[in-house]
């Protein structure tokens, strides 16, 4: 069974850095597409980010360079640094990967195409 758990949500100052972990269990992160996604009260899920079955990394347009995801294949866990949070960022962040896509093709425009999510960290930018 496919288990994804988020952690490292909080509240930050416009301009604070986060860091969101998430812990798989039940399968690899280095084999299928796996990705942060993020949706905000009474908006649609989108994608933050998304590492790719061959290891290269695609970001949502808005990014800008701020978000930065990386892997720790020994740990079984991804990352979501988060610099330079807006007003505009607040949401809950999921992590969540598939059993069949090794591409982000689909999921960075679709994420309901990834098939196991977490429950997902709640991400608070206020002063």
């Known amino acids: 069974q496919v288990q994804l758990v988020e952690s490292g949500g909080g509240l930050v100052q416009p301009g604070g850095s986060l860091r969101l972990s998430c812990v798989v269990t039940?399968?690899?992160?280095?084999?299928?597409?796996i990705g942060w996604f993020r949706q905000a009260p009474g908006k649609e899920r989108e994608a933050v980010a998304c590492?790719?079955?061959?290891?290269?990394?695609h970001y949502a347009n808005y990014m800008k360079g701020r978000f930065t995801m990386s892997t720790d294949n020994a740990k079984n866990t991804v990352y979501l640094q988060m610099d330079n949070l807006k007003p505009e960022d607040p949401a809950v962040y999921y992590c969540?990967?598939?059993?069949?896509?090794?591409?982000?093709?689909?999921?960075?425009?679709?994420?309901?195409?990834?098939?196991?999510w977490g429950e997902g960290a709640l991400v608070t930018v206020s002063s």
């Open positions: 969540a990967t598939d059993a069949i896509l090794s591409s982000c093709r689909v999921t960075m425009a679709s994420p309901g195409a990834m098939e196991y």
């Open positions: 590492r790719a079955g061959d290891g290269t990394t």
């Open positions: 039940g399968a690899t992160v280095d084999y299928h597409a």
